[in-house]
């Protein structure tokens, strides 16, 4: 659903437990006894038939006789008496209820229980859930055995077991949180739902989740990039394995598992993954503390030669490198460290080091242009105290104001560490007591940075023109009129040239005696290929004849091809055969690109190594539509194969870009056709002058179906020529990434005047962070529309941004100073409100200075009403509810 009424769970005025009671041991007890004892200042409610005396408490029979409706209710009554409580709490006025009764799974009860909220907007939390702690405002509303203390971590878990031992493990290390939430079943509030909420609490600086399944995908992504944006979102994902492939039909189908879809589900989101509780907790640690922009060149400060050695060692596969260091600060670092130090990085200052050496080395480090982070190891000595060198490195890092440059610091062994944690915590500085853990806590550094990189992607819809379009169109039409879901590789390589896609020329041979015939039409020597509706790969079965000098040749194959079929499989049917000329570059490699679908996050990209041995290399990567050249890149840039098409020896590079224009194609493919549930391209061959499908093939849904990819493409269909009352041609479409460049532009031709408007602030230029969240956003919370001139100058913006419930919206109007007063306002307005409308957004509404008397006289004129500001005499807010079609 949404957010709406969600505030109530993390500052609640009052509670009630449904089934509170004093029996001791009962599930009743042990929450209302945690509410009672957590020292919540609200007023508790218990509701029992049954008298309930307990300090702090009031006790009531029944739901009807409360004496006011709680902001918060935890029902831990019997499964069939749940849906009753639930409409009862709403008609009262509850706003959420956390149900920690189990035995809920008949979806025939869950629809009640859902049925006697909606009237209500009452949001359910679970049901069969551990329940819901919130530090900050006293509550422990949960049967948890050991309550959180204050932090700033939110914990989102699927399995309330692990809520628990993530509180012992918490408690363990000192780590607070702002509030922990067991969802359960999640027959209402979700992952998606709590993101938002979490996102929004300025008390909550990292989300961490734990995910068995995501349900409404789509919610759940665009939550997690709204929320990655400002925060970091760090999650553990249960159930590595999987079956995903075996049904498969292609070879992309086989290579894409559940878990590593939602892997690159994660990464898009800009969602760092990690495998355990500690990973999640040293990921926590780094993310809260450290902006995600880090370039990935390291310095290694250390008074151990090994430990910088295995430090090194590992810095690898956390995506780093080891910084050179400069000429100057070798330099610098000569005089104040032993003739005997390393010289080069890790910067080993001797096991002799006391706190005078690591100052002045961490300095330097940090000094250096080409040093993006420093990691310093301790090795514990008796040359001086681990804290008194944690004291030096502080200080040294207090210098630097503001801090840049990431510092990590790495106290060798338990009882180190320890006795320095709290100097570090208090300076904000990330410790951990071993390396493997340190290097690991860089990484996550760099895998935020990639992340918010690719939550800011926001790829348009690759165009095709109508014509190729509607080729592609019939091919369905006429496969699903035959009763087919398998396509022949003649259609598929026909609407892979629709979209673009080079492919190797094929001509069908129904029978034995036209391959004579088809053989003329391609160019000797030949590939004979066997189709059977049964044996989508052929190979398996025998069925590809290569390097065939004659149409003779060719024939002979077919014959054999047949025999063996008969012979091997004699109720497999032959619908006919495939010649192609033979296709053997000096320097191909073979690759696989394809479409495959996932249960939950639908079309899926893949990218890998090709050829007959593709499922057992498994060297791919996946990405989710729409993509564009640099996510389609960096998918590339993943795998191994990526560094043969570098080139090597006498082997040119290969044309990368061939490539990212085949994983373009198909992701324009599948969101202008969803009902293709797979396609491969193996191989696809590709040298230094190009790529070309060798063979492909495709399976398709046996009905056209709406799209269900869960990440929005730029949707160009509101682009128009528009007209203003004034005679102003204006070109309007959604903004594109690109046009950051174009915007900061705009903004110089904006009076300061109107530019404090549009900010509410005194502002002299727009810079890059704002002119970032105007121009990559998610388009299904946010709309920016640019208006153009005839010659291509942009003259006016009008930026959308919608509340995660979908329901309200905010809209604020810049328009160049030299189109002011000739109705681009207006126009632009009107646009937007049908947008809008479309959207299904009920309300628009624009916070405006008051004294901006043009755009309140204009709003005016729209239908807007003014709402004088609750917070602000400056400010008034206006208001218009959209009219639905």
Request: proline share 6%; aromatic share 4%.
């Amino acid at each position: 659903m949404t957010v709406r009424n969600l505030q109530a769970l993390l500052h609640p005025r009052s509670v009630a437990v449904i089934g509170g009671s004093q029996r001791q041991g009962s599930m009743g007890e042990m929450v209302l006894s945690n509410i009672a004892d957590g020292g919540f200042e609200g007023t508790i409610f218990a509701v029992n038939p049954k008298l309930v005396e307990m300090k702090g408490v009031v006790w009531v029979a029944s739901v009807t006789e409360l004496p006011v409706a709680p902001d918060l209710a935890v029902i831990v009554t019997p499964a069939a008496t749940v849906a009753t409580i639930v409409g009862e709490l709403g008609a009262l006025g509850t706003k959420v209820a956390v149900i920690v009764s189990a035995g809920l799974h008949d979806p025939v009860t869950r629809q009640a229980i859902l049925d006697a909220a909606k009237p209500h907007m009452l949001r359910i939390v679970g049901p069969n859930c551990l329940g819901a702690l919130l530090p900050h405002a006293k509550l422990d509303a949960s049967f948890a055995p050991r309550a959180a203390v204050p932090g700033g971590l939110a914990f989102v878990s699927q399995s309330g077991a692990l809520v628990t031992a993530m509180l012992d493990w918490a408690a363990a290390k000192n780590i607070g949180f702002s509030g922990v939430v067991s969802v359960g079943d999640m027959v209402d509030v979700d992952l998606g739902d709590l993101i938002d909420l979490f996102a929004a609490d300025p008390k909550t600086d990292a989300i961490l989740l734990y995910i068995e399944g995501v349900t409404n995908p789509a919610k759940f992504m665009s939550a997690a990039r709204a929320a990655s944006r400002i925060k970091p979102v760090i999650a553990i994902k249960a159930g590595r394995t999987d079956a995903a492939g075996k049904a498969a039909t292609s070879h992309t189908g086989a290579l894409t598992g559940a878990y590593d879809v939602h892997a690159a589900a994660f990464r898009r989101a800009g969602i760092i993954l990690v495998d355990s509780l500690t990973e999640l907790f040293d990921a926590a640690q780094m993310l809260s503390r450290h902006r995600p922009w880090c370039g990935e060149r390291l310095a290694i400060v250390t008074n151990g030669g090994g430990a910088g050695v295995l430090a090194a060692d590992a810095l690898p596969a956390s995506g780093g490198t080891l910084a050179a260091l400069t000429p100057e600060t070798i330099a610098a670092l000569d005089p104040v460290l032993p003739a005997s130090w390393s010289r080069a990085n890790p910067i080993d200052v001797v096991g002799d080091a006391r706190p005078e050496r690591f100052a002045s080395a961490t300095r330097a480090a940090l000094a250096d242009p080409g040093v993006d982070a420093v990691l310093v190891v301790h090795c514990p000595t008796a040359a001086a105290t681990g804290t008194d060198i944690a004291q030096a490195v502080i200080a040294t890092v207090a210098e630097r104001v503001p801090a840049t440059k990431p510092v990590i610091a790495c106290w060798l062994g338990t009882h180190n560490a320890d006795a320095a944690r709290a100097a570090f915590d208090a300076a904000g500085i990330a410790l951990f007591d071993n390396l493997d853990d340190a290097v690991r806590g860089f990484g996550y550094l760099l895998q935020a940075s990639k992340g918010r990189d690719a939550v800011m992607r926001a790829p348009a819809h690759v165009t095709v023109a109508e014509g190729d379009r509607a080729r592609v169109r019939a091919i369905l039409t006429g496969a699903r009129g035959e009763g087919r879901t398998i396509l022949t590789g003649c259609e598929v390589r026909s609407i892979l040239g629709a979209y673009g896609i080079p492919v190797v020329e094929a001509v069908l041979a129904r029978t034995i005696e036209a391959i004579p015939s088809a053989c003329a039409r391609v160019s000797a020597p030949y590939v004979l290929k066997l189709i059977s509706p049964q044996f989508p790969h052929k190979s398996d079965i025998g069925g590809v004849a290569l390097n065939l000098a004659s149409e003779q040749e060719a024939v002979a194959a077919a014959h054999v091809m047949v025999r063996r079929l008969s012979q091997d499989h004699p109720r497999a049917s032959i619908t006919g055969f495939e010649i192609e000329p033979m296709i053997a570059p000096a320097h191909g490699r073979e690759l696989l690109v394809g479409i495959a679908e996932d249960s939950v996050f639908g079309p899926v990209i893949a990218f890998g190594a090709g050829g007959k041995a593709v499922e057992l290399i498994r060297d791919r990567a996946l990405g989710l539509p729409p993509l564009d050249d640099v996510l389609a890149e960096d998918m590339i840039a993943s795998t191994r194969i990526a560094r043969l098409l570098d080139g090597y020896r006498d082997v040119p590079p290969a044309n990368r870009m061939a490539i990212v224009a085949a994983l373009n194609a198909l992701s324009a493919l599948v969101l202008d056709f969803p009902e293709i549930v797979e396609l491969d391209i193996n191989p696809l061959v590709v040298d230094e002058a190009g790529a070309i499908g060798v063979d492909a093939r495709a399976r398709i849904s046996g009905a056209p179906r709406a799209s269900r990819a869960v990440i929005r493409p730029v949707p160009m269909e509101w682009a128009r020529d528009l007209t203003t009352r004034d005679g102003v041609g204006m070109r309007v479409r959604p903004v594109k990434p690109g046009d950051e460049a174009a915007l900061a532009e705009f903004f110089r031709h904006v009076t300061p005047e109107d530019l404090r408007f549009r900010f509410l602030t005194g502002l002299h230029e727009v810079g890059h962070d704002r002119l970032v969240a105007m121009t990559q956003i998610d388009y299904r919370r946010t709309m920016n529309f640019l208006a153009f001139a005839g010659d291509g100058l942009l003259i006016a913006t009008a930026m959308l941004a919608c509340d995660p419930d979908g329901v309200r919206a905010e809209l604020a109007i810049s328009v160049r100073a030299d189109f002011k007063g000739r109705g681009v306002s207006w126009t632009l307005l009107q646009h937007v409100l049908a947008y809008a409308r479309a959207e299904g957004i009920e309300t628009v509404e624009s916070v405006e200075s008051s004294d901006n008397h043009a755009a309140l006289k204009l709003e005016r004129e729209a239908g807007f009403e003014a709402v004088p500001s609750q917070t602000f005499s400056t400010e008034v807010t206006v208001r218009r509810k959209v009219e639905t079609n």
